[in-house]
């Protein structure tokens, strides 16, 4: 019974004492590209203890590991980069800069078409319009009387109608004691004459 007693306290002890002399390290760094450029959002995951980090904006990482630790970097388009933390440290921290090199994939060559058939594609390219783009639809959208008829179905609302004898009562005062403006060159009397015309507003009694 003793001798059991004394191999237990034994064994504690020395699963004690070799708990109390690991060594933790923090890992700290910076991954980079091949040109010295951060890297933003690198991985870096330590296979011993099976825990990783993610780099931040500035490409900085900070983790804790163990002496002989492997500690693997990885991104999207990038090889994956393994790093041996060294056993000779004596100190608690430990900084590096880790360089990430492009993953360079060779793709087959894949061409989209929009149809399906040759056929189809010929009766596209015999029937399209090549001077119809966005460009010259926006234009005669965008024309004078496209405008102008546009205007012509807006009706007056409040605010139109206080902005028009608003104008109306500074251009009288402008033009006080002068001849009269010609409404001619009014866009609004040309607008409100389309208007009426398209009402029957300016039949014959």
């Known amino acids: 019974m003793k001798t059991l007693t004394y191999l237990i306290f034994l064994g504690l002890s020395l699963t004690a004492f070799g708990q109390k002399n690991t060594q933790l390290i923090q890992l700290s760094g910076v991954v980079v590209t091949e040109e010295a450029i951060p890297l933003p959002y690198s991985t870096a995951y330590n296979r ?85 783009d966005d460009v010259r639809r926006a234009q005669k959208e965008l024309s004078g009387e496209s405008l102008a008829f546009v205007a012509a179905r807006l009706e007056s609302d409040a605010s139109l109608a206080s902005g028009n004898a608003y104008n109306t009562r500074n251009t009288r005062l402008y033009t006080n004691g002068q001849l009269p403006v010609n409404n001619l060159l009014n866009p609004y009397s040309w607008a409100k004459l389309i208007q009426d015309w398209k009402e029957g507003k300016l039949t014959r009694q």
């Open 48 to 132: 011993s203890l099976k825990k990783g980090v993610v780099s931040d904006f500035y490409g900085f990482f900070t983790l804790v590991t163990q002496p002989g630790d492997t500690v693997f970097f990885s991104r999207d388009g990038f090889q994956t980069s393994p790093y041996i933390v060294p056993d000779t440290l004596k100190e608690n921290r430990y900084s590096i800069i880790h360089m990430l090199v492009r993953d360079t994939l060779v793709l087959p060559t894949v061409v989209v078409h929009p149809w399906p058939t040759r056929s189809q594609f010929a009766d596209y390219f015999v029937n399209m319009t090549p001077y119809e």
